[in-house]
């Protein structure tokens, strides 16, 4: 007879169940292995707390905290945003990145009005609306096919910073070598180098951002991505307004600048040493089971490896996502899409304007939002409120031309969604992928993602003239208002809540498989939500699928996965049960990860 029961992970911290002795001597052979000598106490501190993230205040003899330090680690709970200004200043440099990268983005759209016919390619047959629908989807091609697969290996050569800076170059030639361009031929070829750029860009500007911010405020931090991307949107679109009446990673290993630098971006030496020994370990964890793969086969490992899978699926769903949403067809063609409303062309741009500024208005609430109601739950909320307001700006249409109202209440409705996508759909895809994959696969994890943002999106940018021409703006815009109720179910079943986790935390999030996360979301949370909001019981609970346990009243320790599932017969109570994988570990683990005997306990001088 089959039972009910709990799988509780024996391991839930790199550094769970090393002796304190064992740890402190190997912290001190680590810290003088690396050229951190001369940060040995603080780094046996740093340790401890690692070790013990909530019982700092606990910890005795030589290694026991100060005052000074224990108030730091508590204001880093009470202030999470107080934090170094050369951190908020790195966030701003990389925002700038995503202005740019939203710019770009838009730049097509106004010059849709103009360039088909400047380029002679302005008719009706199906050559001429294939051909501008390629232009416009050239950047996401050269993303999708180029930019992004050459993430990894560039990282792997020229570091975070390096990458970032070859993508600026791109991105800073090829849209004046567009604006130099005598034909379609090399217009179209000045875009798809602007998309090799975009896309090594924004598959490395997310990752950066992350992994420099506190796991408390990542969300907002992160999604400063898309939040200026938005602005970069609304200036692409000032500008067509303005214009429309014209005519194994190296720097992993890096210990001792990795340790300058999490000195300058963290308020207190204790934060920095901890953090450092804390990545250490996970990487000397994933080495261990991994090794040193190649390129080609960490990309492989995207879809063998059990959790790294689950960070691939998940990452595709929102993804494809926002291209299922409709944003990209608005953001590409809405200046055509007012225009065969019925409106003239500088009113189709000025309705284009106002759509970029409502993107970009609404952006800022995810600042707040995206950590404190987290990235699942956005999506949750946002998609259904996409949807009716897509098909209530497609209804619109059916409004006589004659009438004043027919362009207003469409561009009111496409106002609407922009309102319900700005702080859901928009900053989530690129904060929530560039944080669910390890460490050992995040270049060629957050390469995929983009790849796959950005495949549809030339999909999409190709596609969606031919299906403007065939179907109007009112099967257009019900055709992406039933996408956006199918991205619902997708986010429903197979995206799992990642708010306030550390990177490592995340490990045993997606340590838990699929079937059972869509098996708990079908069989509790939807009687729940019946009951709560439909039957309107204030009593309903909802067992929750984590348990992340804590151990004073402040602070999340290290987390404790609890599992529900199907006992097998005949076996133990607390064995592990056979639901199709094995959840006593992040699969990314070692075998030896159930006697807490892993790399980090046994660290070597390497380089």
Known sequence: MLEEVELTPPISNPLAGISREHLLGEVTR??????????????????????????????????????????ALRREITYKW???????????TCSIGAAVQGWDQ?????????????????????????????????????????????????????????????????????????????NWQQFLISRILLGIGMGIKASTVPIFAA????????GALVMSWQLWTAFGIFLGCSANLAVGQVGRIAWRRRYQDAMKSLLRLRNHPLQAARDLYAIHAQVEIEDAAIGHSSYAKRLIQLFTIPRVRRATLASFVVMIGQQMCGI?????????????????????????????????????????????????????????????????????????KQSNAHVGLVALFVYVFAIFYSPGEGPVPFTYSAEVFPLSHREVGMSWAVATCLFWAAVLSISFPKVLA?????????????????????????MPETKQRTLEELDYVFAVPTSVFVKY?????????????VLLRSDATLEPLYHFDKSDGTASAPPSIVVRGDKVAGSDKGATVDIGDDVTAPETQSSGASTHKHPAAEDKCST
């Open 521 to 533: 979301n079908s069989t509790k949370v939807i009687p729940w939500w019946f009951k709560r909001h």
């Open 30 to 71: 680590f810290s003088e292995c690396h050229g951190l000598a001369e940060y040995v106490p603080l780094m046996r501190k740093g340790a401890l707390v690692a070790q013990n993230p909530t019982g700092f205040k606990d910890i005795e003899g030589p290694e026991a905290l100060n005052e000074e330090e224990i108030n």
């Open 82 to 92: 107080k934090v170094p200004r050369l951190l908020y200043l790195t966030i701003i």
């Open 328 to 400: 990209n067809i608005i953001a590409f063609y809405s200046s055509t899409v007012f225009k065969e409303a019925g409106t003239s062309d500088f009113n189709a741009l000025l309705a284009s304007w106002g759509f970029g500024l409502v993107n970009f208005i609404f952006a800022w609430p995810a600042i707040w939002t995206i950590d404190t109601f987290g990235r699942r739950s956005l999506l949750l909320f946002t998609f259904p409120n996409m949807a009716w307001s897509l098909l209530a700006a497609g209804l619109c249409t059916l409004i006589p």
């Open 470 to 494: 065939a179907t109007g703006v009112l099967g257009a815009f019900c055709l992406y208002a039933g996408f956006n109720i199918a991205a619902f179910i997708m986010i429903f079943l197979w």
């Open 106 to 182: 838009e730049g097509s759209n106004g010059a849709n009005l103009s360039f088909p016919a400047q380029f002679d390619i302005g008719g009706d047959s199906d050559y001429d609306v294939v051909l501008v629908g390629l232009i416009n989807s050239a950047p996401y091609i050269g993303s999708a096919f180029i930019g992004c697969w050459l993430s990894d290996p560039l990282n792997n050569l020229f570091g975070r910073r390096g990458t970032i800076f070859i993508s600026a170059i791109f991105c800073l030639l090829t849209p004046i070598g567009g604006a130099l361009t005598q």
């Open 211 to 218: 992994e420099n911010s506190p796991a408390s405020i990542r």
